[in-house]
């Protein structure tokens, strides 16, 4: 007699789609290491709004367009999304090659955000429309550990690549062969829209919290992701160290999502939801403490283990909460407002007042208020 406790076999389109969103987090990867040195070095921006206004487009184009892209997905499916996406990835690297100034790169960041919102949105709402119930936390863990696994192989090797020959054009290179491939593979993939029709929005105030939890997130990552290059060359770390330490917390924050995902349909959401919060807020207070490479790279691990906590979690949080004709519309608007925190933590960053380690420190401390506020509420 069959066992009927065990999982549903997870279909082969599943584990196409994660492949597919390790290259949609490589287009973000593409860029972590490289272009906040690039717009000191090359176009001469000082740490500021300037130099901040390629974060703050990226996370505005892409809360934004997370709106329209869950509300779209629910009413003419996924697919057609996703390869519009893909689409409008295929020039990003080529503005990011030939920008002769800085709004050009600009220009790029706001056309990464509707290619983010467009792509990641869509393979997470495939994955969790492919298992049952209880593994949403595992299709969202698997969702975001392909897609930050592709952030931190890029940031990575374009660490590398430009170490060894200079911040252009050369690891841009990358990008165009992962668009291309991209686009590809999301020719392949079928639709997997529920039947379910979209009802009245009643489910909207239980995505509030969770809402709220992932701005937070994301303001620290958007934070992290303007000042932590800056911060290290400053300290005199060579590229390949701010590559190390820029690659590092999105990979331990990558493989974190692949246990902590599953794990939260076992346990619950609450019981790592929270403290993974507390994590990320610790995390940025020894990032703004440490002066030393090893230092640096103890708080890569703490940063990325708290988000790796939370990430998958709040996605499964949220998909629990509404029916399944609403789902996309409901995770479009939870990752519109997760979104937007790359934004904040960018003019946060910008502002600056108190220095690049001040403000680190600053929003780590805000990180745990944010926490102490939604505890009952999670």
């Known amino acids: 007699m069959a066992d009927d406790r065990r ?7 599943f584990w196409l789609l994660a492949l597919i969103n390790v290259l949609v987090g490589g287009m973000v990867g593409l860029e972590r290491t490289v272009v906040p040195l690039l717009g000191r070095d090359a176009f001469g921006l000082p740490q500021g709004g300037a130099l901040a206004a390629f974060v703050i487009s ?5 809360a934004v367009v ?11 499916g996924r697919r057609a999304v996703l390869r519009l996406g893909w689409a409008l ?18 220009a790029a960041n706001v056309l990464l955000g509707v290619n983010q919102a467009l792509t990641w949105s869509m393979t997470v709402n495939m994955m969790v429309d492919l298992v049952p119930a209880a593994r949403r936390g595992f299709a969202a863990g698997v969702n975001e550990f392909a897609g930050y696994l592709g952030v931190s192989l890029l940031a990575f090797l374009t660490g590398l690549v430009a170490a060894a020959h200079g911040l252009r054009p050369e690891p841009f290179y990358l990008g165009i062969g992962v668009s291309a491939l991209g686009l590809l593979l999301a020719l392949l993939v079928p639709e997997t829209a529920p039947a379910a029709r979209p009802s009245p929005l ?10 709220l939890l992932g701005a937070a997130t994301n303001l620290k990552d958007g934070l992290v992701w303007l000042t932590l290059p800056l911060m290290m060359a400053a300290r005199g770390f060579d590229l390949a160290q701010v590559g190390a330490v820029a690659g590092l917390y999105p990979l331990v924050w990558a493989a974190g999502q692949i246990v902590f995902g599953p794990l939260s349909d076992r346990v619950g959401r609450r019981r790592l939801i929270l403290p993974g919060m507390l994590l990320q807020a610790g995390g940025l207070l020894l990032l703004a403490a440490t002066t030393s490479f090893a230092g640096l790279l103890a708080a890569a691990v703490v ?3 708290g988000t790796g906590m939370v990430y998958p979690t709040l996605i499964a949080l949220v998909a629990d909460r509404v029916p399944a004709g609403d789902r996309a519309t409901a995770l479009g608007v939870y990752r ?7 934004a904040l933590g960018a003019i946060v960053a910008a502002i600056g007042l108190a220095g690049p380690s001040g ?4 929003v780590g401390v805000a990180l745990a208020l944010a926490t102490a506020l939604a505890w009952k509420e999670v």
Do not use: E, M, Q, T
């Open 7 to 13: 999982p549903a076999r997870v279909p082969a389109a």
């Open 58 to 62: 990226f996370g505005v184009a892409k």
């Open 66 to 76: 997370n709106l329209v892209a869950g509300a779209w997905a629910d009413r003419i």
């Open 89 to 106: 990835g295929l020039p990003i690297p080529l503005l990011l090659i030939w920008a002769p100034s800085w709004p050009w790169i600009v």
């Open 202 to 211: 009643r489910w909207i105030r239980g995505v509030g919290v969770p809402s």
């Open 303 to 305: 940063l990325g283990l």
């Open 336 to 342: 519109f407002f997760r979104d937007g925190g790359y």
């Open 359 to 362: 403000v680190i420190a600053a």
